[in-house]
């Protein structure tokens, strides 16, 4: 069972883009930490099968994101250690 922090994140994947302002300053705002300490705990759960059963739509769509992400870096050769997006 995924827990109440981590039901928000997925809630505010789905949503974020909703407000007017950047996504870092609702991220600090909302969950109280930097961007990079956020995408850390959001990778994490999109390994989750639990998360996968709460939120199947934005779950696979930031892992596809993510599997592109890390396939442009890749090609590119900008592959940088840490703080990476989903």
Known sequence: MIDERQQAMLEFERTFWTFDEPKETLIRARFQCSADEYYAELNELLEMPEALGHDPLVVRRLQRQRVRRRRERLET????????QP
Not at 77 to 84: E, F, K, L, Y
């Open 77 to 84: 050769g900008t592959d940088a250690p840490g703080g990476a």
